[in-house]
């Protein structure tokens, strides 16, 4: 029997190292974006900042691992089984929940995923004790008070977050405005000790202040002279930021990587307990079990999870190393364009989330109090303040989200909430914070204009409403698993593992698939970070290129699947997955239009206005493309769906040339666009008149033939073969509008073609 457990545990670790990289790979991003976003220095010198942070922090984590242990659960009353089935189900639950918000893109937390599945294991378990034993209550079994502050100290820091972020960025935005660099010579020295002393109170005097590997005197002298170090702290900071300036060193990328150090510190010391804190309080109950159980797996209690965590100062460092091989080598790391930058960049740029309602209401009651106010303030005043918040003298490097004295605020603010929480045993959400930071010092630097209020409120909206859903989801599924387990015994548990273990295995299947989509994205993100305009007009012309491409070849791969599969095959399951695939595509052709068109802004304005004409063609035709497909299709599924009588083999017969020579055009259609190579231009348009000449004749034979038929039998299959024919007209004519749009804004210059 203890075999079982002994795997159980070895599962866990595994796990473990598991979460370790894949939590670092998701949330790096807390700690990089802000370095990397403001191109304050090279892309490896913030990881080694950011990796230093990482290994210190998670050297001083070791009093968080008390969280697992007996921060939600009272583990004195539990049994060593009851114990091991709840770790058990709160990692199983995990992988399951991180897997199943990954395939639905929506956001998630480790944190709140521990927090809650412990929540929902314990409080599950706890249930079936107290029917057992009528004696027990509750607070026996559930530490319900440190529950209830966990709970609360994660979904305040929410709005803590938002609060501090807009109100220290208004400040700062206000002394130093937009066009910072010639105000630095009498703020830079204050802002930079500011931040200097604050970070050196939360990382040195509380956190290794505080730390069980500092000695007791140490520890004591540092905590009586907490006013005199801050106090000197600050003036020699000051004094260093000023000499520095002096010299022409850039202060605050000086203060945007001290920043990176301490976020990913933080980050180390807080969610460290995510990954191995469940883990390594299951390796301790089973140490203690085999010390002492004597094989009384049900009724040995597990009083030695109430003391205090002592990790092995290796095992944290292993955890740190691990962590730091992540960042180094993930490449989910390397992507550092997320959800909070696109949300909070300065300028204008694709919005990754639509519409709603509510935050269209929201905008607009903003708004309207903002003119009431508006009305109230002084006119000086507010044309002092629109001077202060100029945003078209933004100070951005080549490629930047914003600049850095937003990446300085964000990184410090961040720190400082996130190591507060920390010193309090307190699991905040990296995620959560450093998310609410970036909306709030966004806001306060009015980059939510009137054209992209309502998609960033929308997005906000929808990133804690996911938060939201990830508490109930994880607490609800933990609970399931736990009852499951405790119920079917090590049978279940060990089915769970197993499907754990495939889970995972296509996970990495998916990543991978995922991956080559995402290298889709990478020609607009390039079209947004640069700012030379010349180099926007090629990308941008690629983009179009690509997008017409593609189209092409899915447009025919569709009309074929439509009159062959389903006209003539009547495949109604073929026809429902080329709805659903008309459908999926119409949405992306949509995000691809506006990506096009703001990229159109940037390029140089001569160019902007000589094929601008071309380039909408171009975007009508490839909508157009579809709606012709879908014009197409609706008769034919509603004919086949209705078991109607099938299509007649003189007509299948009749059109299957057409089809061919239409397979044929569209093929060198999208081969010249795909090459930009259109010395075949001339012969295909005339080809494509041919076309649609005899597609007008067949169309005209075919009415005559159905005059010539009297009987009404045949009359819904004839009246759908003429809308087949009509639309595939149409469809020649689309071709034809697409392949001279796509000529003509490609062209190098206007001479290139006629």
């Known amino acids: 029997m203890i075999t079982i457990y002994f795997i159980i545990v070895a599962f866990l670790l595994i796990l473990a190292v598991f979460d370790l990289f894949v939590g670092v790979s998701n949330d790096a991003v807390n700690f990089l974006n802000s370095a990397v976003g403001a191109r304050v220095a090279k892309y490896r010198t913030v990881l080694i900042v950011a990796s230093a942070g990482v290994l210190l922090g998670a050297v001083m984590s070791a009093g968080m691992m008390d969280v697992a242990r007996h921060g939600i659960m009272r583990p004195d009353n539990y049994t060593f089984h009851e114990v091991m089935t709840i770790l058990l189900a709160v990692m199983v639950t995990d992988v399951v929940v991180l897997d199943m918000f990954n395939t639905l893109g929506m956001p998630t937390s480790t944190t709140v995923s521990l927090v809650f599945e412990l929540l929902g294991g314990t409080f599950i378990l706890a249930l079936l004790k107290m029917n057992a034993d009528p004696a027990l209550a509750v607070t026996d079994l559930l530490n319900s008070d440190k529950a209830l502050s966990v709970i609360i100290a994660i979904f305040v820091s929410v709005a803590v977050a938002f609060f501090f972020g807009v109100v220290v960025m208004w400040l700062s935005r206000l002394v130093f405005t937009f066009n910072y660099k ?71 990328k000086v203060i945007v990587l001290l920043g990176t150090f301490a976020l990913a510190m933080a980050f180390a010391g807080n969610d460290l307990v995510n990954f191995i804190g469940v883990p390594l309080a299951g390796l301790d109950a089973l140490r203690d079990f085999i010390a002492n159980g004597n094989g009384a797996f049900d009724s040995y209690k597990m009083t030695v999870l109430m003391s205090s965590a002592k990790s092995p100062l290796s095992y944290l460092v292993i955890a740190g190393l691990v962590m730091v091989v992540a960042m180094f080598t993930s490449k989910k790391a390397k992507n550092v364009v997320k959800t909070s930058v696109d949300l909070s960049r300065q300028d204008e740029g694709d919005e990754m989330f639509g519409s709603s309602k509510v935050a269209r209401s929201i905008v607009r009651a903003t708004q309207d109090i903002g003119d009431v106010v508006s009305k109230i303030v002084p006119r000086r005043v507010h044309n002092i303040m629109d001077r202060r918040f100029n945003s078209s003298e933004a100070v951005l490097a080549q490629g930047a989200a914003f600049d850095e004295v937003r990446a300085a605020v964000n990184l410090v603010l961040a720190a400082m909430l996130i190591i507060a929480g920390t ?111 010349d180099i926007v007009w090629d990308l941008l012309s690629k983009h179009v290129q690509r997008t017409q491409s593609f189209v092409t070849g899915f447009v025919l791969e569709q009309f074929n699947a439509i009159v062959i599969e389903g006209f003539a095959q009547a495949n109604l ?98 081969q010249m666009i795909s090459t930009n190579r259109y010395d075949r231009y001339r ?39 003429l809308n087949v024919l009509q ?5 020649v004519s689309i071709m034809r509008h697409q392949l001279r749009a796509a000529r003509k804004f490609q062209a190098k210059n206007k001479y290139a073609f006629g």
Not at 231 to 239: D, E, I, R
Not at 503 to 531: G, H, P, Q, V
Not at 598 to 618: S, Y
Not at 654 to 669: A, S
């Open 182 to 252: 010639p105000r630095l010579r009498y703020t830079v020295a204050v802002f930079g000790g500011i931040a200097f002393t604050a970070l050196v109170y939360f990382i040195f005097i509380k956190g290794i202040g505080d730390s069980p590997f500092v000695a007791d005197g140490v520890r004591a002298w540092i905590n009586n002279r907490t006013l005199l170090l801050l106090a000197v702290s600050f003036v020699v900071s000051a004094l260093l930021m000023q000499v520095l300036h002096l010299l022409r060193v850039n202060v605050f």
């Open 683 to 721: 012969e295909t348009l005339a080809v494509a008149d041919e076309c649609k000449d005899g597609l007008s004749a067949l169309r005209k034979r075919h009415i005559d033939r159905m005059y010539r038929d009297n009987g009404t039998s045949g009359l819904k299959v004839s009246l759908l073969y």
């Open 423 to 533: 010193n309090y045993k307190l699991p905040l959400s990296t995620t959560y914070v450093t998310f609410m930071v970036a909306m709030g010092t966004s806001l306060a630097d009015r980059a939510w204009g009137r054209e992209s209020a309502v998609f960033r409120v929308t997005g906000v909206m929808s990133v804690i409403g996911g938060w939201f859903v990830t508490a109930g989801v994880a607490f609800a599924l933990c609970a399931i698993v736990c009852a499951l387990m405790y119920f079917g015994g090590i049978v279940v548990m060990v089915a769970f593992i197993v499907l754990d273990i495939y889970i995972l295995w296509r996970s990495n299947r998916r990543y991978a698939a995922k991956s080559k989509e995402d290298k889709k994205e990478n020609l607009f993100a390039l079209m947004m970070r640069t700012r030379d305009k």
């Open 727 to 731: 639309e595939t007209q149409e469809l």
């Open 573 to 670: 399951r073929r026809l429902r997955d080329c709805e659903t695939a008309l459908d999926e595509e119409l949405g992306q052709l949509k995000k691809y239009r506006r990506q096009e068109l703001l990229a159109l802004k940037r390029v140089p304005d001569n160019m902007a206005i000589e094929r601008n004409t071309w380039f909408h063609l171009g975007m009508s035709s490839d909508r157009q493309f579809i709606y012709c497909l879908k014009r197409m299709l609706e008769p034919v599924k509603e004919h086949v769906d209705n078991n109607f009588n099938p299509v007649p083999e003189e007509y299948i017969a009749e059109f299957e040339p057409v089809r061919r020579n239409i397979n044929e055009l569209m093929n060198l259609t999208q």
